[in-house]
């Protein structure tokens, strides 16, 4: 039930970067990933910018087999985890299959790809649906592909819960090793900067509006305006601590500890979650916030969040006692990637000793956060905690710790 | 494990042919058929034009107009079911602490009806690439991103625990529940309401299976269109509807008198990492799954009383979960009934997995198994004692309940009396 | 109107690529008309979504057990072509 579990392999793609090498020193140097929307043109759209994953070409690296059949984001999604198993010096060819599963989190599926379905039903007619559309735009596409591609039998599964998925998926992942597997392929990866997935994350009214790529996404700032979406996410192997430590595998540290609960019902007069669920975090880690060298914010850069979000980190750490950061602030927000995105920025924190900075923000005095901006700090970093929250509630809180 | 065991206080149902636990109960045990020509739209273009669909009404189960108009049709039948199962449990939801109390939902397709028919507005017919978001609902994201159901149905009950949708396809309802019962056997919550929802009965769903040919095309006789395990089969009958349940600690439930259902014994998802939509013929996963699912609940393959399949009716599914069956519970697999629901509600897909764990925990209670209806003439190949026509009247202290799904994955469930002997 | 050849090995080797994408060890350009699908890496939901793109470049309908029943690009295509003379 308490078995340590341990993460071995990381591979990321985020606006700033793709891979965990061009995209960990980007972002230590502050490299602004946020840009005009490339994927279609976003002149009638109120909102214009966006994170997007550059120089992606899928064909370099996937059979085209597989490419009529893909989305963008099962595409990035299969990348990745093949990135991050080779992170981890991982053959699945080589282990019993059963004993490997892979738990990612999802927000919306293949949207793009279901926009190009419904386009040729509604203008076409009936016959012209591909055979794909069965499975390309469901939210379980990325854990099913990865399982096939890589031969992953194991417990397998997929969660949405928006923005904490990227927490909850990891959450579920140490769930499966405490109850036997030794490996697990997890984390998430979003994609839908489509028209049709515009549209409907215009309908939220949370999207900035702004045109300029460092004024547009300032959570904690005065001038928060709302966000920029981005796309990508990260990948994590997961496994139980004795069998990394057996075959002699890199660890990047552990996951000690994670809490995750819903804000109350609009007009209930209670409190909103997110402190529940650090302090749930902490003591599933078994730690004081003391303990905590760097907190990665959600960042929501709506001032109502924002506030609570401060809050509820000054509730449990203090006024200022602890380094806040929202790298974030590079990529936009990236839907269930963004959590595990932030959760390989942790990792490698601990490794480097080096926490990156939030960019272009100027921080409201009102909130007593001690925020890395403009340049990354350098500190000894043993655990850190990393904060999501996903529309509509959630919260989810991780902490992660040098394994050691 | 803090040894936790976990049971069901709380079933309600939204099935096609049966809204309610008790109608939902009567139709099975009768074995009468829900399924019926499309009426949500004209089905004409399509290949296969039959389906499952619930009569359900929003307006009557108490739903506002503020949350119809906010809610595609699964979130509406989420609500209403994961409502009547808390009513149902006896509960006291404002007694617990909200923190304590958790949701998963499962859906395979989230709001697709109502994402099919925003799309059709706002790209004006599919006419418009840069589709016009002026003309998209307010609450088009919810449809979008399907953890609204979560958010829905946690207002609905006053749960502030931990919360998600679980989405693994056509396994969904049961890896909704398998992830509720680890949530309080690791002590994260003590009460969860879980259960899964999908509302599919929409042209693009029709029409992506009809590229497959996964859906039936008998449209001459849709009563009798699902047809599992007979050698006449040629595909599912999509259907919709939601279970949810209320899940607690046994001891807890002893301790405030509730009727219990069944306790959760055991349950194991594998993936058979093969193929998005094909199974291999072995049912090696599915068995895999079983296996660690009765191993959990510390039961020997021959202590199954009952089987409830997936049985989705396709041709290569039933023979696929014979095998499965076979190679789990060995010789024993021939003296258990195995029958699939699905010939009377359809497959809807991620809901019917707690729908088949709801099916299996009434057979139970009223040790009756419901019956395969439609099953004239077995396929040689499919050789299990599958029900047919008849709801049959046994002991029924253990079920268990299996699903396989788009994506590969398999799940299998173990229901148990909680009174029987633990060994 | 159509003959019985309308429907050739290059049309389906265009349609393959386009409907399912090329496996990496497979020359699609080499002598295929009786190899198995199986062994050119197609199963049967790509032939599903190749069959599906015939019928709409062709306007034709397939029949569904001839189009099953194909192992290999001569009887897939002789199948293409029996409707294709049908309604010619």
């Avoid at chain 1, 390309?136 to 890589?150: D, K, L, P, T």
């Avoid at chain 1, 030794?182 to 045109?211: E, R």
């Avoid at chain 2, 925990?361 to 599958?386: F, G, K, S, W």
Wanted: net charge negative; glycine share 10%.
């Amino acid at each position: 039930m308490t078995g340590q579990v341990v993460v071995t392999g990381i591979s990321v793609a985020a606006p700033n970067g793709l891979g965990a090498a061009d995209w960990w020193p980007a972002t230590c140097g502050g490299k602004n990933g946020i840009a005009r929307i490339t994927h279609f043109d976003p002149s009638a759209y109120p909102a214009r910018l966006a994170g997007q994953v550059p120089g992606f070409q899928a064909e370099q690296y996937l059979s085209s087999r597989l490419l009529p059949q893909t989305d963008r984001v099962t595409r990035l999604s299969l990348v990745v985890a093949d990135w991050a198993l080779a992170d981890a010096d991982v053959t699945p060819a080589n282990l019993p299959d059963f004993d490997m599963g892979v738990i990612t989190a999802s927000s919306a599926g293949g949207f793009e790809f279901g926009q190009g379905e419904l386009r040729n039903l509604w203008s076409r007619g009936s016959q012209y649906v591909s055979a794909y559309q069965s499975f390309a735009w469901f939210y379980a596409v990325n854990s099913g592909q990865i399982s096939i591609r890589h031969g992953l039998k194991g417990p397998s599964g997929v969660v949405v819960s928006e923005g904490a998925g990227g927490l909850d998926a990891v959450a579920q992942a140490r769930r499966q090793i405490r109850k036997g597997t030794a490996l697990i392929v997890t984390g998430g990866v979003d994609a839908s900067i489509c028209p049709w997935g515009w549209a409907a994350q215009l309908s939220t009214g949370k999207l900035s509006t702004s045109d300029e790529p460092t004024r547009a996404y300032l959570p904690f700032d005065r001038d928060a305006r709302g966000y920029v979406p981005g796309e990508g996410g990260a990948l994590l192997i997961t496994e139980e601590a004795r069998t990394a430590r057996a075959r002699g595998a890199r660890i990047y540290g552990e996951i000690a500890g994670y809490g995750a609960t819903m804000d109350p019902r609009p007009g209930s007069g209670r409190p909103p979650g997110l402190r529940a669920a650090i302090a749930l975090a902490l003591a599933d880690a078994g730690m004081e916030p003391g303990g905590i060298d760097v907190v990665f914010a959600d960042g929501a850069a709506d001032p109502v969040a924002d506030r609570t979000e401060a809050e509820a980190i000054g509730a449990v750490f203090g006024d200022r006692s602890v380094p806040v950061t929202v790298p974030k602030t590079m990529t936009g927000r990236l839907y269930s990637g963004a959590a595990s995105l932030d959760l390989a920025a942790a990792f490698f924190t601990i490794r480097d000793g080096v926490i990156p900075p939030t960019m272009h923000i100027d921080p409201c005095r009102d909130y007593a956060l001690d925020l890395v901006i403009g340049q990354p700090r350098r500190a000894r970093v043993r655990a850190a905690l990393v904060l999501a929250r996903g529309s509509g509630g959630f919260n989810s809180a991780m902490v992660v710790r040098a394994a050691d | 494990m803090n040894g936790r065991r976990v049971v069901l206080t709380g079933i309600d149902v939204i099935a096609p042919g049966g809204v309610g636990r008790e109608n939902f109960w009567d139709l099975l045990s009768s074995g009468r058929t829900a399924t019926r020509g499309i009426t949500f739209f004209d089905p004409l273009p399509f290949r296969s034009r039959v389906a499952a669909e619930a009569d359900f009404d929003p307006y009557d189960h108490g739903l506002t107009p503020h949350q119809i108009r906010r809610m595609d049709r699964a979130a509406q039948f989420a609500v209403v079911a994961a409502r009547g199962a808390v009513e149902g449990s006896g509960l006291a939801m404002a007694d617990l602490d909200p923190h304590r109390i958790a949701v998963t939902v499962g859906s395979a397709v989230g709001a697709t009806m109502g994402l099919d028919q925003e799309y059709r507005v706002v790209s004006d017919g599919g006419r418009l690439d840069i589709v016009d978001h002026t003309y998209a609902v307010p609450h088009l994201y919810h449809h979008m991103v399907p953890s609204s159901f979560a958010t829905e149905v946690a207002w609905a009950v006053g749960a502030e625990g931990p919360s998600t949708v679980v989405s693994t396809g056509c396994t969904s309802g049961i890896d909704s529940v398998g992830y509720a019962v680890e949530l309080i056997r690791e002590g994260s919550a003590d009460v969860v309401v879980a259960g899964s929802s999908d509302a599919p009965i929409s042209p693009i769903t029709m029409a992506c299976f009809d590229a497959i040919k996964a859906t039936t095309p008998r449209n001459d006789e849709p009563e009798h269109a699902s047809r599992p395990f007979d050698a006449t089969r040629n595909g599912f009958v999509l259907g919709e509807g939601a279970a949810f349940f209320v899940l607690e600690d046994l001891e807890a439930a002893r301790a405030r008198g509730a009727h219990i259902y069944a306790e959760i014994a055991g349950y194991a998802t594998r993936s058979n990492a093969y193929h998005m939509t094909g199974l291999r013929s072995d049912g090696l996963e599915m068995a895999e799954a079983i296996r660690v699912a009765l191993d959990e609940a510390r039961l020997n393959a021959d202590e199954i009383d009952y089987v409830n399949a997936h049985g989705s009716g396709t041709k290569q599914n039933d023979r696929h979960e014979t095998a499965a069956v076979k190679r789990s519970l060995g010789e024993h697999a021939y003296r258990t009934p195995m029958s699939s629901i699905k010939s009377m509600v359809g497959h809807s897909l991620g809901a019917i997995g707690s729908i088949e764990i709801a099916a299996s925990a009434l057979a139970m209670e009223h040790d009756v198994v419901p019956p395969t209806a439609n099953l004239h003439h077995r396929d040689p190949e499919c050789d299990l004692d599958y029900v047919p026509l008849t709801a049959r009247e046994q002991r029924t202290d253990t079920v268990l309940t299996v699903g396989s799904g788009f994506g590969g994955f398999q799940s299998a469930m173990v229901l148990a009396a909680p009174e029987r002997s633990v060994r | 109107m159509a003959d019985n050849n309308a429907f050739t090995l290059d049309d389906l080797r265009s349609t393959l690529r386009q409907a399912a994408g090329v496996a990496e060890d497979v020359d699609l350009d080499g002598d295929i008309f009786d190899t198995d699908f199986e062994a050119l890496g197609y199963e049967s939901l790509a032939l599903l979504e190749v069959g599906s793109l015939v019928e709409r470049q062709y306007g034709i309908s397939l029949d569904e057990v001839a189009i099953n029943d194909a192992r290999t690009p001569r009887a897939f295509i002789d199948a293409v072509n029996t409707q294709l003379a049908a309604v010619s």
